[in-house]
């Protein structure tokens, strides 16, 4: 049993699967905090991190069978004990799983401290709420200033209430309304509560959907639906 422990050592098995788990982690962290960025549905993060927590076996199967040579890949088997270059593989793991600790570490950091207020006063953070961008459900492509105009003025009326903590447009409107992954979008935001909507035109009739959710629980606190006739775009 030791020697096989320590053909475990030899062949740098530890040290692979330390250096699997460190990496892994660091593109969970990117893959969590970075594709939301670009509207990426909800079940390819999860996809990706199903993988990187699958692959885990396979490369310590890989560690185990194959040794990297200054002529390649061969297996471990079929190296001289006199050619084989596994001191040199183990610093180069080590300089990998230390580089990629840091770099997850200072991830964590930076997402931590980029909504501070969020992240340490709760007081704060249950009157806090954001817009989203309202969507445009009118074949009329043109009305999308018209939705915009509505959450701009929701956002003026809001940001009024002085004890209430809005984010501003400029850091919503990268995002869509009814986005897959609401607890997400919050934590970015560093918010308790999404606004989001639709409106929808047709003729000289106008119909805006507004749903206040609380975003941890994804649950709706409230919705409602204003119909009204387009004769006074302001007074709307």
């Known amino acids: 049993m030791k020697s096989f422990f320590a053909e475990l050592k030899r062949r740098n098995v530890y040290r692979a699967a330390v250096g699997y788990a460190a990496v892994a982690w660091l593109l969970m962290q990117v893959a969590t905090q970075t594709l939301p960025f670009f509207d990426t549905p909800a079940w390819a993060v999860r996809v990706i991190i199903v993988v990187l927590l699958g692959g885990f076996p396979f490369a310590m199967i890989w560690a185990w069978v194959f040794e990297w040579t200054p002529k390649g890949i061969v297996r471990t088997d079929e190296v001289p004990p006199g050619q084989s270059i596994a001191r040199d593989t183990r610093r180069k793991l080590d300089f990998v799983i230390s580089t990629a600790l840091a770099l997850a570490v200072a991830l964590l ?28 459900l009118s074949d009329d492509k043109n009305n999308a200033y018209f939705a915009e105009g509505v959450q701009d003025e929701i956002l003026t009326r809001l940001a009024k209430v002085a004890e209430l903590k809005v984010i501003s447009r400029t850091s919503t409107q990268r995002l869509k309304s009814s986005p897959n992954d609401l607890p997400q979008i919050a934590r970015q935001l560093g918010v308790m509560h999404i606004l989001e909507g639709s409106v929808q035109k047709s003729g000289d009739a106008v119909r805006v959907n507004v749903q206040l959710a609380k975003a941890d629980t994804d649950a709706h606190l409230w919705a409602d639906t204003f119909d009204r006739k387009l004769t006074d775009i302001f007074q709307i």
């Open 109 to 136: 950091l930076f997402d931590r401290f980029r909504h501070p207020r969020a992240q340490g006063d709760s007081s704060t953070l249950a009157k806090s709420i954001a817009v989203l961008p309202f969507d445009n």
